[in-house]
């Protein structure tokens, strides 16, 4: 069938997308993780969500302009969960979002102090009058069954209340979570023991010591969670708060006057545009990115790079937000500013990738959606098989009131034997039923992930290595090949000119010399190499011709006319493909200089060759070192050039790498596809290390892209890990760090799922009939509390990775 003009049109575009950031509170746990993540997910127009238990944030993507932001906050809040849109611009609103979560947690805290007061002091009360002889002998009435009674009335009614409330709610709206677990054990415990109480001819004991026990427990490892959650989003908060608060503008600028510092005005640094003139004193932060158009200095920028050595500023050097000015005044000219200034993008990638998950954690994700509905069914299954086979198959079985210890009896209803108090099969049944409920912890499995990147990401931007994500994380563990880029990479880029070679009859007095003509088309372009000739052509004070009609072909040449004459720069492939003959004496000299680690530039006048320029770029100080770390932890290292050859491996011999791990005379758009020739044919997992530049595309094929910060956006979008300082050590560092920080989200998850996996059969009374041990349900409550704080602190042990990790 022919198709009509209609069914031939071309596809439309996909819709653009955009972010919405939630400031998201109540969430307790991976359950309430999931309830969230469900909620934003049904809703119309979202296309996808991803929700923080740490850093209490949901990023939600969505149709541009298809989704309120506040209307999807209020549906949220709706259910349970109070939220706020973030507004993504601008430093004011990121600081108010800042100060409102702090105080906000400020509040949890303080408030959760207050309930532990309260719990521990109903605590120490009951424990007093738990030990009879030492209760009486203190005060009679610590002896008194209803007096614990009112104790554990209290502390259902004060501490208690709201965890048994937000249990509640999130049972109501379909979504229970830890509070409910604890909650319904805590009232169950109370409403046994009450029963008991009220009616002794049951033969039931009241253990009103259980429900203080477990909530204090509770609180008490719910507080130092609060406490670790705060240290492990310290190092954020400090990167937020280096953020400029106040700028001095120069109304009228005038060199001459710049440095008296008149016309001088503070405003905040939000107002700053770009254009305009700001004077930086002595101890300033500099509140934009700019230029030095005055004065000299030092600037430490160990909050960039984590190099704390001061940099030399002067007029004409780049200055960035955030740094500290430290020995001289200067005025500078604004080019970025607000949300634009590398500081600002810097705090932007990292909470970006505090939200970004690791694809280990998505069997903890789907393990939390059900977690607490399996839960329930576990203490209902509990109590079924204990009350109505257990307790008759091993008819013995009995427990005590204070150690929860087997006590051989054939009993099976209350009595006192010996000043030990023994259970009927419905309390023995109903008490591992309430340890199930309350020794289950989600919350450990929704901070096993979120907690390690939180910690992680923001300790390398401390040393200026950004990292994007929990999924970057896994992916640098399975790496197996790191590849390398030569120029910029592992030389200094800073290349200069170490041969002119003039030949036929440009050896001869020309109008202008082979230089000049080099330097005058090199203007058309930006690479290390013409920075190089046209550096050579100022220090030799060479007046440098006019050129027109610039055209460049990346990683092979450039062409341009000047004064008349048609002018080609390029290596070989590109000069012979402009029909440029090469002499004898050239081929002979290209090798040559090539072994000595040059790069050859041939430059065509009038498709004639008039003559070879060789440049040198150094080895970085570094790269012997970082290569040879690299090896030792398992790593294959390649070098991959689009220079010949014998440069390339005049590099690689200092640096101890075979041939076969050399390619060269690769061009820019060629080395994606060698990349990906890697991955397939090898199976290999592949970093590719390049300057963020002319490796964009190579950057993006790799698994994972690491790029030396050039001062450009490319870097940050490309890359999965930019490296802010100017040391190639970083590369070890950034792969030393992302392999600690994804152990240790390993080592918890595996804690989380060891713990629920084992505490769970443990409290179902699993060792009761061979050993004689169960957990009661306050020793439950203690465990439950234990794992969560665990798991954060063990977190926060990755702040000694740095002590380990040193600079060569």
């Given at each position: ?7 031939q049109l ?30 934003l ?92 002889n ?22 259902i ?16 709206r ?55 959650r ?87 050097n ?11 005044a ?70 005590s009131?204070g ?184 081929e ?27 440049v ?7 790269a ?12 294959r ?26 390619i ?7 080395k994606?596809?060698l ?30 892209g ?26 070890v ?14 080592q ?6 060891a ?54």
């Open positions: 069938m022919q198709l009509t003009p209609k069914t071309t596809p439309e575009p996909s819709p653009t997308l955009e972010k919405i950031i939630l400031d998201v509170g109540g969430m307790k746990c991976a359950g309430c993780v999931s309830a969230v993540e469900r909620q997910t049904q809703y119309p127009g979202v296309k996808s969500a991803c929700v923080n238990l740490a850093t209490e944030v949901a990023v939600v993507e969505s149709e541009t302009g298809a989704v309120d932001p506040d209307t999807l906050a209020q549906r949220l809040t709706s259910a349970g969960f109070p939220t706020q849109p973030r507004q993504t611009r601008g430093k004011i609103a990121q600081e108010t979002a800042l100060d409102q979560k702090e105080a906000r947690r400020r509040q949890e805290m303080g408030s959760s102090f207050q309930q532990l007061i309260i719990a521990g002091l109903l605590l120490v009360l009951s424990g007093i009058g738990h030990f009879g030492m209760g009486g002998a203190i005060l009679p009435i610590l002896n008194n069954i209803w007096f614990h009674c009112g104790l554990a009335t209290l502390a009614i004060i501490p208690g209340r709201p965890i048994i409330v937000d249990g509640w709610r999130g049972w109501r379909s979504s229970p979570n830890m509070n409910t677990l604890v909650g319904l054990g805590t009232l169950t415990a109370y409403t046994a023991s009450l029963v008991a109480l009220l009616f002794p001819q049951m033969g039931w004991e009241c253990f009103f010591d259980e429900p203080v026990m477990m909530l204090s427990f509770i609180l008490l490892g719910r507080t130092l969670e609060q406490q670790a705060g240290r492990a989003s310290a190092a954020f908060r400090e990167l937020l708060t280096l953020q400029p608060q106040l700028a001095r503008l120069i109304l009228n600028p005038d060199p001459e006057k710049i440095g008296l510092g008149t016309n001088i005005v503070e405003i905040p640094a939000e107002k700053v545009r770009v254009g305009e003139w700001l004077q930086v004193l002595p101890g300033d932060k500099i509140p934009v990115d700019g230029e030095v158009r005055f004065g000299q200095t030092t600037v430490n920028e160990s909050m960039l790079t984590g190099e704390a050595v001061p940099v030399m500023k002067q007029p004409g780049m200055v960035s937000a955030g740094t500290l000015n430290q020995s001289g200067m005025a500078i000219v604004a080019t970025r500013t607000g949300s634009d200034t590398t500081l600002a993008q810097i705090v932007s990638l990292v909470e970006t990738a505090q939200t970004r998950k690791a694809p280990v954690q998505k069997l903890a994700d789907t393990v939390a959606g059900y977690f607490t509905y399996g839960v329930l069914t576990a203490s209902v299954l509990t109590f079924v098989f204990w009350f109505f086979w257990g307790t008759h198959i091993w008819n013995d079985v009995t427990v009131g150690m929860e210890m087997m006590n051989h009896s054939p009993l099976s209803h209350t009595e006192v034997i010996d000043g030990v108090s023994t259970y009927s099969p419905l309390l023995t049944s109903l008490k591992l039923a309430i340890a199930v409920m309350v020794v289950a912890c989600p919350c450990a499995l929704g901070l096993a992930t979120p907690t390690a990147i939180l910690v992680g990401t923001a300790m390398g931007a401390e040393r200026g290595l950004l990292i994007k994500g929990g999924d970057v994380l896994e992916t640098v563990h399975q790496l197996d090949t790191v590849v390398f880029d030569k120029t910029g990479t592992l030389t200094t880029g800073n290349p200069t000119v170490t041969d002119c070679l003039p030949m036929g009859e440009w050896k001869d007095e020309k109008p202008y010399s082979l230089l000049q003509l080099a330097a005058a088309v090199e203007n058309g372009t930006y690479h290390p190499l013409a920075k190089a000739i046209q550096q050579a052509a100022q220090d030799q004070n060479l007046h440098i011709p006019e050129a027109v009609d610039f055209h460049t072909e990346p990683g092979l040449g450039v062409s341009a006319i000047v004064e008349g004459l048609s002018v080609i720069l390029g290596n070989c492939a590109f000069l012979t493909q402009h029909g440029v003959t090469w002499s004898d004496a050239a002979q000299m290209i090798p040559e200089l090539a072994e000595n680690g040059k790069t050859v530039v041939g430059v065509a006048v009038g498709g004639n060759l008039a003559g070879l320029i060789a040198q770029d150094p080895l970085r100080t570094d012997q070192a970082t290569v040879k770390q690299l090896r030792d932890m398992g790593l290292v390649m070098l991959l050039s689009g220079d010949r050859y014998e440069a390339a491996q005049a590099i690689a011999q200092p640096l101890g790498l075979d041939s076969a791990d050399v060269a005379g690769v061009l820019p758009s060629q994606a596809a990349i990906q020739e890697l991955q397939t044919q090898s199976a290999a997992k592949v970093a590719m290390v390049g300057d963020g530049i002319n490796d964009a595309p190579a950057l993006s094929q790799a698994d994972v690491i790029a030396l910060y050039s001062g450009t956006d490319v870097a940050m979008e490309t890359a999965e890990i930019v490296l802010m300082g100017d040391r190639l050590h970083d590369v560092a950034a792969i030393q760090l992302s392999r600690c920080t994804f152990n240790k989200i390993r918890n998850l595996f804690w989380a799922f713990y629920n996996t084992i505490g769970i059969p443990l409290a179902a009374g699993v060792l009761l009939p061979s050993f004689g041990f169960i957990l009661s349900p306050s020793g439950a409550a203690a465990l439950m509390a234990f794992s969560s704080v665990s798991v954060v602190t063990n977190s926060i042990l990755l702040r000694n990775w740095s002590s380990k990790i040193k600079d060569s």
